[in-house]
């Protein structure tokens, strides 16, 4: 897990809740000057402050503390329709769309699935 960043929260990379990896409802930065809990999360209808490191209690690392989620992106890949004499199914590689992948597979023996991946 990546350790919050302020910054890349403000351009809108997403951060979570260390403990269950849920994504605040919504959230807000207080600029205010020596502002000891500068970042309010809200969920579940209930109110969590912060300081600008994403920590939940200045004195210890808590399960509450916030973390940068991984990046990902969707992909496209193609599924087997025929198991092999093992029983195994067979997987492509990913393609950025799923044209693209029934454009270079054979239409008639793949089931195609949108996947998310992680990027980094």
């Keep these: 897990m990546k350790p919050f960043d302020l910054q890349a929260a403000l351009r809108g990379e997403k951060f979570a809740r260390k ?4 994504e605040p409802d919504e959230w807000h930065y207080f600029k205010t000057p020596n502002m000891l809990y500068g ?11 912060y300081t600008s490191e994403g920590h939940n ?20 890949i193609g599924i087997s329709k025929h198991q092999s004499s093992n029983g195994h199914r ?31």
């Design 57 to 76: 209690n200045r004195t210890q690392e808590s399960s509450y503390d916030l973390v940068m989620l991984p990046k990902t992106k969707k992909v496209w």
């Design 19 to 22: 403990s269950d990896m849920r």
């Design 39 to 49: 970042i309010a999360c809200v969920f579940d209808n209930s109110i969590f402050t």
């Design 90 to 120: 067979s997987a492509t590689d990913a393609y950025p769309t799923k044209e693209e992948a029934m454009a270079d597979l054979t239409y008639d023996r793949w089931n195609f699935i949108e996947v998310e991946i992680e990027t980094e």
